[in-house]
T-cell receptor, first 115, second 111 residues
Framework: NAGVTQTPKFQVLKTGQSMTLQCAQD?????MSWYRQDPGMGLRLIHY???????DQGEVPNGYNVSRSTTEDFPLRLLSAAPSQTSVYFC??????????????FGPGTRLTVL | EDKVVQSPLSLVVHEGDTVTLNCSYE??????LLWYKQEKKAPTFLFML????IEKKSGRLSSILDKKELFSILNITATQTGDSAIYLC???????????FGSGTQLTVLP
C-alpha cells in the first residue's frame, strides 16, 4: 500500500490564482480530512469527509472547497489564493467506523506559498 | 469550543534524561486521544488512548489517559537525539469525529 499520497510537494502561487491539491489513499478508508499547519497554531481542520459523496466544514473552511466523488480521492481546491493561505497542508485518512480504528494517517504534506 | 493545551511548549534535555509531556483537553463527545510525533515532515502516529488508567507502551515511550481529569501524559525514558521532534496531542471527538490538535511540545535532546 502507498498509504496517503499528496501532490504536489511544493507549490508557489500568485494572489488570485486557483489550484487543486491532490490527496489519495489506497487503504479503503472512509474518513478523510485536510489540515493546515501554521507556526504556533498547530494543525487546524479545513474540511473533512466521512465517505464518498459526503463532505463538511472544519474549523477554517473559508477559501477552500472539497469534493469526494470516490473513496480514494479527496482534492482540496483553492478558488482564489491569498497570502494568508501560505501554509503546509496535510491530508489524513482513517477507517473511521469503529473507535478502535480512529487513528488518522497523514500524507507527506504540500508546502504552499502564495505571493 | 474544543480546546487542547500542551505543556511545556518547549523542552531541552540531554541524552539519557526522562521527560514528561502534558496534554489537557476539553472536547465534546470525546472518543479517544492520539499522540503524534512530528519531525520535519508529516505527523506519525504514536499512541491511541481510549480508557482511563491503562498505560500504553512502545519501547521507551509510554502514555496514559485520565478521562476524569481530562488530561494525558507522554513519558519518554532514556531520551536519545532521535527523539528530538514536536509531540502533538489530539483528542478525537465532536460530531465530526475530528482531531483537535494542541500546538505541540518541541523536544530537543542534546548529545
Amino acid at each position: 500500500n502507498a498509504g496517503v499520497t499528496q501532490t504536489p510537494k511544493f507549490q508557489v502561487l500568485k494572489t488570485g490564482q486557483s489550484m487543486t491539491l491532490q490527496c489519495a489513499q489506497d487503504m479503503n478508508h472512509e474518513y478523510m480530512s485536510w489540515y493546515r499547519q501554521d507556526p504556533g497554531m498547530g494543525l487546524r481542520l479545513i474540511h473533512y469527509s466521512v465517505g464518498a459523496g459526503i463532505t463538511d466544514q472544519g474549523e477554517v473552511p473559508n477559501g477552500y472547497n472539497v469534493s469526494r466523488s470516490t473513496t480514494e480521492d479527496f482534492p482540496l481546491r483553492l478558488l482564489s489564493a491569498a497570502p494568508s493561505q501560505t501554509s503546509v497542508y496535510f491530508c489524513a485518512s482513517s477507517y473511521g467506523r469503529r473507535q478502535s480504528t480512529d487513528t488518522q494517517y497523514f500524507g507527506p504534506g504540500t508546502r504552499l506559498t502564495v505571493l | 469550543e474544543d480546546k487542547v493545551v500542551q505543556s511545556p511548549l518547549s523542552l531541552v534535555v540531554h541524552e539519557g534524561d526522562t521527560v514528561t509531556l502534558n496534554c489537557s483537553y476539553e472536547v465534546t463527545n470525546f472518543r479517544s486521544l492520539l499522540w503524534y510525533k512530528q519531525e520535519k515532515k508529516a505527523p506519525t502516529f504514536l499512541f491511541m488512548l481510549t480508557s482511563s488508567g491503562i498505560e500504553k507502551k512502545s519501547g521507551r515511550l509510554s502514555s496514559i489517559l485520565d478521562k476524569k481529569e481530562l488530561f494525558s501524559i507522554l513519558n519518554i525514558t532514556a531520551t536519545q537525539t532521535g527523539d528530538s521532534a514536536i509531540y502533538l496531542c489530539a483528542p478525537l471527538g465532536g460530531s465530526a469525529r475530528q482531531l483537535t490538535f494542541g500546538s505541540g511540545t518541541q523536544l530537543t535532546v542534546l548529545p
